[in-house]
């Protein structure tokens, strides 16, 4: 068996942000780097699977030449290779080009599973995973909180709002993007941090693999006005409590 | 030259970091208060993460890493408990480190690729009450009887003692000798009848770290246990030390990072006369030189743990790191406090448990003093 798992290098959310000056994006420099939130239940699911059934699995990442310390996390975690779709101008690509240098490069593969996060943390589209299922003609699980595979199928849990639950099944080959609460990624251990420094990291530059046309085009970015702090629940305590349990449900993963 | 880690050491960082903040930092207060050390958490844990033989060969159990890694990990650790990070820094320099450089093939293999993994916790004994900064002055005997050497005396102030499985203490096997000759070193595995443990200290910092005493009474000790030749004890320490400095430099230096954290994270909040306090140059001025400070001890620390792995001499730089590293702990952590002002003086906020942690590392592995000796000797041979 074949797994392919996507991630990207985001900065630190605690970063203080400011805007680049073509304004379309955020200024890149004096920015400390890590891999994507989701991208890390992604990986810990691949790597679990690869655990359980010694599959082949190959970590993609596409970026300027920095993102290849995140991929020597994603390797000291477990993935067995990684492959650096070399890209300077990444940051200005939007969703479909993304996932076409994706499907580009995976095409041709077999990859039997490909997992990606539901979204990433600076630009949040929640766009790449599927369209690449879709250029690859895979189905696609969204925001799986859940993941079981037996023989040729998985049986996923996704969360719907309300924290509602479905369980998805589908028949590989597959692509699932993975959502906080799927599992507790690992700490890539220092021994394994070591031995990632001689796993095969393969470059492949982006032009080669001939990213389509943009369909989007971000015209303007903006911080957000301040607003005053938070919300004010008035009332009755037992209907102030209830109202607290339904925003923590639907808005939190607190009470999930 | 070069100035920036390498990509290992900054997943080493985030990786210790990240455990730090979400694994050790919780509890930190609570095992201050307590006087508790949480075996599970502080070293167990570091075995897994692979943390506990950082720079060791892997066929020794390490994981092959470099002196810059391991300071890293001690930074990061003491940067939110200054207890873990000692824990860490004398299992590995002061216990794994001279059976490292000095053990036979057969004590490495026996004692060494546990403690580099992690399943056994390691201690030195050199300290005595009349052999402080004077490590000649040790009383602590060792009498060979046949095949065994029988260990008489007291060693005190010793870190990790109790829950340490092995032992690195030095002895008088020679009473004949000059004070610093006939001195030797030998491996003691807990148990070893005639080897007990007196009393537990109570301390003003690193108080989640346990500091106790081992008695020696008639405790017999295999000769195939020495470690290095007979009489080259004193040097066995010296060389251990050393090593150890990095570690405490580490250690301080993490305190230190804390501390200017914490103090920015204050300052940048509170209001007084209508406004952020950090409008007053006064207030602004003390974190510019506080974080100026954290940055000159960050540089020689990584100096001289650089210089270690790349087989330099580097005693004279880690003496010079551990000066600075933990001069500069100790008026960071004073200033944080003051900064705080009556919040920082409680057990609420962690800068008090900080100033209080970083008194120990102007003291122990060399005083500021010795280590200005140390310093100094050399300048003028
Ligand atoms: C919490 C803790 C943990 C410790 N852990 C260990 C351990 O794991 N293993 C171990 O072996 N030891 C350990 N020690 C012992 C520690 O290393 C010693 O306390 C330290 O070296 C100082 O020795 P002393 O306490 O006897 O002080 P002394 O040597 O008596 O010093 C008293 C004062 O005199 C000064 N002084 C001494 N000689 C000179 C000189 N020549 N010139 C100028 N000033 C001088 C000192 O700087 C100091 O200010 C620990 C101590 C503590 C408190």
């Known amino acids: ?256 | 030259m070069k100035f920036e880690l390498t990509e290992e050491q900054n997943l080493l960082r985030d990786m210790v970091r990240q455990f730090a903040e979400t694994e050790v930092a919780p509890s930190a207060a609570e095992r201050d208060e307590q006087e508790h050390f949480d075996r599970a958490l502080m070293f167990d844990r570091l075995g897994e993460l692979g943390l506990t033989g950082i720079v060791f060969p892997e066929e020794y159990g390490g994981a092959g890493a470099d002196y810059i890694s391991y300071a890293i990990a001690v930074e990061e650790l003491s940067r939110v408990c200054g207890s873990t990070g000692v824990t860490l820094s004398a299992h590995l320099s002061l216990c794994s480190n001279p059976i490292y450089l000095f053990g036979t093939e057969e004590q490495k293999k026996k004692y060494l690729v546990p403690l580099a993994e992690g399943t056994a916790l390691g201690a030195f004994g050199l300290t005595e009450p009349s052999a402080g900064s004077d490590a000649g002055g040790t009383r602590t005997t060792a009498v060979r009887q046949g095949d065994e050497w029988i260990l008489n005396g007291t060693k005190i102030f010793i870190t990790n003692a109790g829950d340490a499985d092995t032992y690195v203490v030095l002895a008088r096997t020679d009473k004949e000798a000059q004070k610093h000759h006939g001195i030797s070193a030998f491996i003691v595995e807990k148990g070893t009848p005639g080897f007990s443990f007196g009393k537990k200290e109570k301390k003003m910092g690193i108080r989640s770290s346990p500091t106790m005493e081992l008695v020696f009474e008639n405790c017999r000790v295999p000769h195939e246990n020495m470690l290095g030749e007979e009489g080259i004890g004193f040097k066995v320490a010296m060389k251990t030390l050393d090593g150890g400095r990095i570690g405490i430099a580490s250690q301080a230096l993490g305190i230190a990072q804390g501390a200017l954290e914490a103090a920015i994270n204050y300052t940048t909040q509170r209001e007084q006369f209508n406004k952020k306090i950090t409008a007053f140059q006064g207030v602004s001025f003390q974190l510019a030189d506080m974080a100026t400070q954290v940055q000159a001890a960050r540089l020689m620390v990584y100096n001289a743990a650089y210089r270690a792995s790349a087989h330099l001499s580097y005693s004279q730089e880690s003496a010079m790191a551990k000066l600075f590293a933990s001069e500069t702990a100790m008026r960071v952590t004073t200033q944080a406090v003051q900064l705080f002002g009556g919040y920082g003086y409680t057990r609420e906020f962690p800068v008090e448990r900080m100033m209080r942690d970083a008194k120990i590392t102007e003291i122990y592995e060399g005083t500021s003093e010795v280590q200005r000796l140390v310093i100094g000797a050399a300048l003028t041979r």
């Open chain 1, 1 to 256: 068996m074949k797994l392919l798992v996507c991630i990207k290098q985001v900065p630190d959310m605690e970063s203080k942000f400011k805007i680049d000056a073509d304004g379309v994006w955020y200024d890149r420099s004096d920015l400390a780097w890590r891999m994507n939130e989701y991208d890390e239940f992604a990986v810990e699911q691949a790597v679990q699977v690869k655990e359980a059934t010694g599959a082949d699995l190959t970590v993609l990442c596409i970026g300027p030449e920095q993102v290849k310390e995140t991929m020597k996390k994603a390797l000291a975690m477990g993935c067995d290779r990684g492959v650096h779709i070399a890209d300077d101008q990444s940051h200005r690509r939007d969703p479909y080009q993304i996932a076409s240098l994706i499907a580009a490069f995976a095409g041709d593969k077999g990859f039997d599973l490909i997992f990606t996060g539901m979204q990433s943390q600076d630009r949040g589209s929640g766009q790449v995973g599927v369209m690449a299922a879709e250029l690859l003609g895979l189905p696609a699980v969204t925001t799986i909180v859940g993941f079981a595979l037996a023989g040729d199928k998985i049986t996923v849990k996704r969360e719907l709002e309300g924290g509602v639950k479905a369980t998805v099944e589908a028949t590989l080959p597959a692509l699932v993007t993975c959502q906080l609460g799927l599992n507790t990624p690992r700490y890539p251990t220092l021994p394994n941090i070591m031995k990632a420094k001689k796993k095969e990291l393969l470059a492949v530059a982006a032009a080669d693999l001939s990213p389509a046309d943009a369909l989007l085009q971000t015209v303007k970015l903006t911080f957000p006005e301040k607003k005053g702090g938070g919300v004010f629940l008035e009332g009755d305590v037992g209907e102030v409590a209830d109202r607290l349990i339904r925003i923590l449900k639907e808005k939190t993963s607190v009470l999930a």
